[in-house]
């Protein structure tokens, strides 16, 4: 096996009322350090993750959503997001925050990291992983 | 094979940490390597050597630190997560000015990156959670 591994982290749970968001995140900014293949998953309420507008100021908590944006900048360029967990939570793309990072091998043009991924897709992508990390 | 355990929930209140700890034996019976034992999110909270449950039920902390002593695992329990939820060893206790700490034995306190490790160094990551 190659000294890179596949890391997929997958996001299944709301932003707020648990901590397990935050602390999943914490958890990619950490692991951006040791150069893996770095991927994340959002499905289930994950989705609910990256539906952008944020307003945190009456839950007394702070507002991390910027960190997801700032993801380009950790090297992560794969964030895959389940279309059928959108779709029934009556959302679309539209609603999701926008994520990009820097293609080294295209003069460093922005590129939308974010891909839609059907329920089969995303069964093959978690297949695919060599390490999954499940919050 | 290589093993990483990670647990993510703490004692009593979901059974991951119970599932954990008996995924554990049966793997070291079977003869697998347990590289370590990474405890994050609440399942720091199994790192207390203050908890006292009922004398007739099982006392996980314990039971974790015994196993640790026999196997010689390696328990690390994340710092970041450990300073949110008040527990602390020796160092952190002085670090931050505290009058007290309740680490158990066998479980250590480090970083995020100590997970990472586990995950490029082990065969398979096996998380437990809610």
Same mark, same amino acid.
């Not at chain 2, 034995?105 to 100590?114: C, T, V």
């Given at each position: 096996?190659?000294?890179?591994?596949?890391?997929?982290?997958?996001?299944?749970?709301?932003?707020?009322?648990?901590?397990?968001?935050?602390?999943?995140?914490?958890?990619?900014?950490?692991?951006?350090?040791?150069?893996?293949?770095?991927?994340?998953?959002?499905?289930?309420?994950?989705?609910?993750?990256?539906?952008?507008?944020?307003?945190?100021?009456?839950?007394?908590?702070?507002?991390?959503?910027?960190?997801?944006?700032?993801?380009?900048?950790?090297?992560?360029?794969?964030?895959?997001?389940?279309?059928?967990?959108?779709?029934?939570?009556?959302?679309?793309?539209?609603?999701?925050?926008?994520?990009?990072?820097?293609?080294?091998?295209?003069?460093?043009?922005?590129?939308?990291?974010?891909?839609?991924?059907?329920?089969?897709?995303?069964?093959?992508?978690?297949?695919?992983?060599?390490?999954?990390?499940?919050? | 094979?290589?093993?990483?355990?990670?647990?993510?929930? #703490?004692?009593?209140?979901?059974?991951?940490?119970?599932?954990?700890?008996?995924?554990?034996?049966?793997?070291?019976?079977?003869?697998?390597?347990?590289?370590?034992?990474?405890?994050?999110?609440? #399942?720091?909270?199994?790192?207390?050597?203050?908890?006292?449950?009922?004398?007739?039920?099982?006392?996980?902390?314990?039971?974790?630190?015994?196993?640790?002593?026999?196997?010689?695992?390696?328990?690390?329990?994340?710092?970041?997560?450990?300073?949110?939820?008040?527990?602390?060893?020796?160092?952190?206790?002085?670090?931050?000015?505290?009058?007290?700490?309740?680490?158990?034995?066998?479980?250590?306190?480090?970083?995020?990156?100590?997970?990472?490790?586990? #995950?490029?160094?082990?065969?398979?990551?096996?998380?437990?959670?809610?």
């Amino acid at each position: 096996m190659s000294d890179v591994k596949k890391f997929l982290y997958v996001n299944r749970k709301a932003p707020h009322g648990t901590i397990y968001a935050l602390e999943s995140l914490e958890v990619v900014l950490i692991g951006a350090a040791f150069e893996q293949d770095v991927a994340l998953a959002f499905l289930d309420d994950g989705v609910f993750q990256l539906v952008k507008g944020w307003d945190t100021s009456e839950l007394g908590a702070k507002n991390f959503q910027p960190a997801y944006t700032a993801l380009g900048d950790y090297d992560v360029q794969k964030v895959y997001v389940e279309r059928e967990s959108l779709e029934e939570r009556g959302l679309s793309e539209d609603d999701l925050i926008e994520m990009t990072y820097e293609d080294e091998d295209d003069d460093f043009a922005e590129k939308s990291s974010i891909r839609i991924v059907s329920r089969e897709e995303m069964a093959k992508i978690m297949a695919d992983a060599d390490v999954i990390l499940s919050f | 094979m290589k093993l990483g355990i990670v647990v993510l929930e #703490g004692p009593y209140q979901h059974e991951a940490s119970d599932t954990a700890y008996n995924f554990t034996v049966a793997a070291l019976e079977k003869g697998h390597e347990v590289f370590r034992v990474f405890f994050y999110h609440d #399942g720091v909270n199994n790192a207390t050597r203050l908890m006292v449950p009922p004398q007739d039920d099982r006392h996980i902390q314990k039971r974790w630190s015994e196993l640790a002593e026999k196997h010689n695992l390696d328990l690390v329990v994340c710092v970041a997560a450990a300073q949110r939820r008040g527990i602390l060893d020796e160092d952190e206790m002085k670090r931050h000015g505290k009058d007290a700490n309740n680490i158990a034995p066998g479980f250590r306190i480090s970083g995020l990156g100590q997970l990472i490790e586990a #995950g490029i160094q082990c065969d398979r990551l096996v998380f437990f959670g809610d």
